[in-house]
């Protein structure tokens, strides 16, 4: 594998990574709408507390 092909295929793991976090965080805000405890939205998506209280806030 080149230089460039290990570059890209880190470049893609990255952005994807990225993509399910702001998937997880989108799926927080709807729980969170739904009324569902913040304990249960850190449970199921695996963000931690502060992350959820920081949704909440928005």
């Known amino acids: ?3 460039a092909e ?3 295929k880190e ?3 990255k952005g994807i ?3 399910m976090e ?3 965080r989108e799926v927080a805000k709807e729980l969170l709408k739904d009324g569902i405890e913040v304990a ?3 449970k199921y998506t695996k963000l931690s507390f502060e992350e959820v209280e920081d949704i909440l806030k928005q």
Do not use: R
């Open 22 to 24: 702001k998937n997880k």
């Open 11 to 13: 470049g893609m793991e």
């Open 40 to 42: 249960l939205v850190v």
């Open 1 to 3: 594998m080149t230089i």
């Open 17 to 19: 990574e990225k993509g």
């Open 6 to 8: 290990q570059l890209l």
